[in-house]
């Protein structure tokens, strides 16, 4: 009995002490144009772990960062900015709950607000969002918590 | 010297000598009557003898009874005995019996619970689009969805109908 007891608060100090640990992430947001190329380049290592899901649901063969950022988030209130020369992705985080991080996107053309959203962003799923038409290929919005 | 009734009593068992014998059925006074009361002192005899034998056997028979009730006790006894030296295993084998139940227990509670929690843990693992819109003026014309691949783990939000961009604008 004592000895389970034992082992019981063990095991509650290492998860206390994982959790701590856990406290600053780094939230990775990127612009990406995905197209289809003869000689599509390397996905960027960012992507590489959607790779797959990226490529068998939009087509594309290769993907492009063109504007990223990559925010430590302590508070669960910060906010910050991936650009590229004519896109602007704003994140404003709200807050953080055991699930992961609320997050109000807002993705700009120059200075025109294309779209809106607000999601709940979890540490174990990364957000894709299709943005509009570019050339012969697609902006895509990807955020991932590292 | 002996009395009038050990020798009367000598003679109805027929243990006399010739000459005792002589003697004594000459001093009966009424030899007759005296044959007949040894005749029937004889059948008296024979009569509590027949009966005494079956009185033994009854008591044989009550002896057996109280042997056979000895040996019964005692072999509830041995068996008591054996019950007390077993109750250690008894002991062992229900403790096993019930540690076994409560794991069985515990484990149909955790898969009711498990259960319960599923839903809510997938969600939590999942990202969750809350809400989106686009410029109406901008996209008259988009729509938008969402969905989850459960099996990459990977929150998409679709949209359809927006304002498309000449490939300069995929300049970095």
Same mark, same amino acid.
């Given at each position: ?84 020369? @004519? @896109? ?59 | ?100 139940a409560s794991l069985a227990v515990f484990l149909v509670m955790a898969i009711f619970v498990m259960r319960d929690k599923d839903p809510v843990e997938q969600s939590q693992y999942l990202t969750q689009i809350l809400n989106a819109r686009v410029d109406p003026v901008v996209s008259p014309n988009a729509t ?29």
């Amino acid at each position: 009995m004592a000895r389970s007891l034992v082992l019981f608060v063990a095991f509650a100090l290492v998860l206390s002490t994982a959790t701590e640990l856990r406290g600053a992430e780094m939230v990775w947001s990127g612009l990406v144009i995905a197209e289809n190329v003869e000689q599509p380049q390397p996905i960027p290592p960012e992507l590489t772990r959607i790779e797959q899901p990226l490529k068998h649901l939009f087509g594309y063969n290769q993907f492009q960062v063109i504007g990223q950022s990559r925010k430590p988030l302590k508070t669960g209130q910060e906010d910050w900015l991936a650009t590229s020369k @004519f @896109f602007g992705l704003h994140v404003n985080a709200r807050g953080e709950s055991e699930a992961g991080y609320v997050l109000n996107l807002k993705l700009y053309k120059e200075k025109e607000l294309l779209l809106e959203t607000d999601a709940k962003l979890s540490r174990r799923s990364p957000l894709v969002i299709k943005g509009p038409q570019v050339g012969s290929g697609q902006l895509l919005l990807v955020l991932v918590v590292q | 010297m002996k009395t009038f009734e050990e020798k009367w009593t000598a003679w109805l068992d027929g243990r006399l000598s010739d000459k005792e014998l002589a003697e004594f059925e000459a001093s009966l006074p009424d030899k007759a009557a005296a044959e007949a009361e040894k005749t029937e002192a004889k059948k008296l005899g024979a009569l509590l003898k027949r009966e005494l034998g079956a009185q033994a056997l009854l008591n044989e028979e009550f002896f057996n009874h109280q042997i056979r009730e000895r040996i019964a006790r005692e072999s509830t006894g041995e068996s008591r005995k054996r019950g007390v030296e077993v109750s250690p295993w008894w002991t062992i084998r229900r403790l096993l019996w019930t540690g076994t139940a409560s794991l069985a227990v515990f484990l149909v509670m955790a898969i009711f619970v498990m259960r319960d929690k599923d839903p809510v843990e997938q969600s939590q693992y999942l990202t969750q689009i809350l809400n989106a819109r686009v410029d109406p003026v901008v996209s008259p014309n988009a729509t938008i969805s969402m969905f989850e691949t459960t099996e990459d783990r990977v929150t998409v939000l679709w949209t359809e109908g927006l304002q498309s961009l000449p490939s300069d604008y995929a300049a970095k």
